[in-house]
């Protein structure tokens, strides 16, 4: 600790700074507000967001045949009627979950190193829960009598049944949009007052004016605002638990085996976090580079994200441990049957690179020197995307293509509409990501500014 | 003459602004206006000030008491809705289940308690800040832009009993403001 420079604000205990030597409450705040303001529209950005921009159109195409066709341009069929659609659903909400435990749960935690990486992520958990509502819609078969799944009195004198975690997931899923939504809009409020204060253009001041509502940072709302943070941080964790929880249930309540485990809820909350702090990686890491943010994402976050990840990483690979113990312990013949078919079965290799994704790879996250490597985090965060997306397709397919009896086993095939849809969504995500990068501060300012007021080095050059 | 231009003559300007440099300066400032028994003002930060909001006579929010009857509110629709179309508007036999099945309701009571505790913070919030607030006076100080960049405010208003302009004026300039200004309405 002695070596350490007095200026760098240091946590007890950490020899690693949070951000970088030297900053003042004007040069955060000139910093993060010029990527938006000031610094026009890089070339890359163009480029990056015409391809996204281009998979969007694809899922457009995609969806519009689908509405005109119907799902059997899918590859779903009987025995497996959920394909893509619900791998995808729950692939893209669980990568919500990581923006809401880094805004939420590392605020009731006290973990000032969340700061400068809350904001972003918090962006991602709405884009990606975006991309995770569009499938259960379109999954429905008639997607123009999805408002079927809200309650509402209607002349056919029907509700939804509310004994089926289907419903249950409509309720979590909305909920966990709008709490996610709000919670973002909120933390953005001081800092949209920042951007219509250092506008130069009257669009700007109007339109970021508009959002601001008037803020000024006056003690008495700050000190509203600091209680509002709080509550909102307690509501949304519990919120997040029991909303992959919800998601596990509309597996865990059926009888199908392989469903049919009370281990499943915290392990896909395990996984969705996971998932969800590979993805904060995936995209923390090009853009710190490109928008040369090294000194706010720090090498410190990064490793701490890397940390996270294997410690859930650890909790999914027991999940999936006693997955198989209990089906053998069990002694029923279906859950015996279903390990044997992942491990040996016509979905053996998809199975594999699974477990070799999701548990094998990572595990070199033990070592320092790979977690302080960017380019082997970036390259870890794609391979546990791709590990968890591959463990929702083996829940969904492998264990309807092979449920009780022999002569209603099948097998399931994407598409390339599947593959079109999914590609697509990916595009929405990345598109939604490239706007929000360029028109809202991507580093939440004010939080900056409390970073720095802690070091003292604000006050004295402010 | 109307009451609103009457009580504009009454107070030609809103107040008085004091700008600071720095947190501690503010803070005491405040200290001590509120020692001196002023009232009616308030401090604007670009961040939030441990203490602030005490210091210029700012009791206690009443954010969490609506929160909470916000989640009250939210979990008894919640599980007044699953309990009416299941019991009383469309009961369906399944398997001889209970109508009332409680259990099966818990998720979506609890979904409905977080949505709405949710809503009211943040409506709750917004309300007792006045936001949006369309006009506000304290933006006419050409600096007060830079509140939310590294510049800390106090401001004594016109309303405020003790307010006298040259008084007040002289009393926020020893308080180590770099500068004081007034506040056209």
């Known amino acids: 600790m002695g070596t350490v420079n007095p200026q760098m604000p240091v946590e007890p205990g950490s020899a690693r700074p949070l951000i970088g030597p030297g900053h003042t409450f004007g040069s955060v705040t000139d910093k993060i507000s010029a990527i938006v303001l000031t610094k026009g529209t890089p070339r890359g950005w163009y480029f990056g967001f015409g391809i996204a921009f281009l998979l969007v159109m694809l899922l457009h195409y995609a969806m519009a045949y689908l509405f005109l066709v119907g799902v059997g341009i899918w590859g779903i069929n009987i025995p497996v009627g959920w394909g893509f659609a619900i791998v995808n659903f729950v692939w893209w909400i669980g990568i919500g979950h990581a923006g809401t435990l880094i805004s939420a749960i590392l605020l009731l935690l006290r973990q000032k190193w969340r700061t400068s990486i809350n904001r972003f992520a918090e962006a991602m958990t709405i884009f990606a829960v975006s991309c995770a509502g569009i499938f259960p819609l379109i999954h429905v078969g008639r997607p123009w009598l999805a408002y079927w799944l809200l309650p509402y009195p209607n002349p056919m004198g029907t509700w939804p049944q509310f004994r089926s975690p289907l419903v249950w997931d409509v309720f979590a899923v909305s909920t966990y949009a709008t709490v996610s939504l709000l919670f973002w809009f909120v933390g953005l409020i001081p800092d949209l007052a920042t951007l219509r204060d250092r506008a130069k253009q009257r669009a700007g001041k109007i339109i970021y004016g508009v959002l601001a509502m008037g803020w000024r940072g006056s003690a008495v709302h700050w000190s509203r605002y600091e209680m509002a943070s709080l509550l909102l941080a307690g509501l949304a964790t519990p919120l997040v638990v029991s909303v992959h929880t919800v998601v596990s249930f509309d597996f865990a309540v059926g009888v199908i085996p392989g469903w049919h485990t009370t281990i499943f809820p915290p392990y896909f909350v395990a996984g969705a976090i996971y998932s969800g702090f590979a993805m904060v990686m995936t995209l923390a890491i090009p853009i710190r580079a490109f928008y040369r943010l090294e000194d706010f994402v720090t090498m410190r976050h990064l490793e701490n994200m890397a940390k996270v990840m294997l410690a859930t990483g650890l909790i999914v690979a027991y999940g999936y441990m006693m997955e198989a113990f209990m089906a053998f312990y069990s002694g029923s013949q279906y859950d015996k049957f279903m390990i044997m078919n992942r491990l040996t079965g016509p979905y053996a290799v998809p199975y594999a690179s699974l477990l070799l994704c999701n548990i094998v790879i990572p595990q070199s996250l033990w070592f320092k020197r790979v977690r302080n490597s960017v380019p082997a985090l970036f390259v870890l965060s794609l391979v546990i995307n791709v590990g968890m997306w591959l463990e929702r397709f083996i829940i969904v397919v492998t264990s309807l293509h092979r449920d009780f009896l022999p002569s209603s086993w099948g097998m399931y095939y994407p598409t390339r509409w599947d593959w079109a849809t999914f590609t697509g969504t990916i595009g929405l995500f990345v598109a939604l990501l490239y706007l929000f990068v360029r028109f809202l501060p991507m580093i939440s300012i004010f939080e900056m500014r409390q970073l720095v007021a802690e070091t003292g080095e604000g006050r004295k050059k402010a | ?185």
Request: charged share 20%; proline share 8%; glycine share 10%.
């Open chain 2, 1 to 185: 003459m109307t009451p609103v231009a009457q009580s504009m003559r009454r107070h030609p300007i809103y107040g008085l602004m004091a700008e600071f440099k720095s947190p501690e300066d503010l803070l005491a400032g405040a200290e001590r206006a509120h020692k001196a028994g002023y009232r009616r003002m308030d401090a604007f930060t670009p961040l939030p000030i441990e203490g602030l909001a005490e210091a210029i006579g700012f009791q206690r929010t009443r954010l969490p008491i609506i929160v909470l009857m916000g989640g009250i509110l939210g979990g008894l629709s919640g599980f007044g809705m699953q309990y009416y179309a299941s019991v009383i508007g469309f009961p369906l036999n399944i398997g001889g289940k209970p109508y009332n099945s409680w259990v099966a309701f818990i998720p979506i009571t609890f979904e409905m308690t977080i949505l709405f505790a949710a809503l009211s913070t943040v409506l709750g919030l917004l309300a007792l800040n006045g936001l949006p607030t369309p006009y506000h006076p304290v933006f006419n100080v050409p600096e007060f832009e830079l509140a939310t960049r590294d510049r800390f405010f106090l401001c004594i208003t016109a309303k405020d009993p003790k307010f006298d302009l040259e008084e007040t004026k002289k009393f926020l300039a020893g308080l180590n403001a770099r500068k004081v200004s007034e506040i056209e309405t």
